[in-house]
Nanobody, 125 residues
Framework: QVQLVESGGGLVQPGGSLRLSCAAS????????MYWVRQAPGKGLEWVSS????????YYADSVKGRFTISRDNAKNMLYLLMNSLKPEDTAVYYC??????????????????WGQGTQVTVSS
């Protein structure tokens, strides 16, 4: 069955960095667009970033542009999110998601077919 398993979350001080990973299995990873979506406490889902199937096209929410970098390794079925210059407002549960149809940076989460269970990121001093 399809599985997306996130890891790498934790507690980090403002200005710090974290790298999230998402291990995919049960589907042909290289043919799916991949995404990171987050949910802050008491708030709805917020699209963070998208990456196309070969990894050559990336899209970011304005709130993370210039600080976060999405990437993928199709040989290892892995998705990553490198987060730099973290701010307290980045505190959220981060989910990876997948879809066969690309969102081209629209952030339309209803397109996403598969979701992981999430990993907590807390930015606090």
């Amino acid at each position: 069955q399809v599985q997306l398993v996130e890891s790498g979350g934790g507690l980090v001080q403002p200005g710090g960095s974290l790298r999230l990973s998402c291990a995919a299995s049960g589907f042909t990873f290289s043919t799916y667009w991949m995404y990171w979506v987050r949910q802050a406490p008491g708030k709805g889902l917020e699209w963070v970033s998208s990456i196309n199937t070969p990894g050559s096209g990336t899209y970011y929410a304005d709130s993370v542009k210039g600080r976060f970098t999405i990437s993928r390794d199709n040989a290892k079925n892995m998705l990553y999110l490198l987060m730099n210059s973290l701010k307290p407002e980045d505190t959220a549960v981060y989910y990876c998601a997948a879809s066969q149809k690309g969102d081209y940076g629209s952030g339309y989460v209803n397109l996403y077919n598969h979701w992981g269970q999430g990993t907590q990121v807390t930015v606090s001093s």
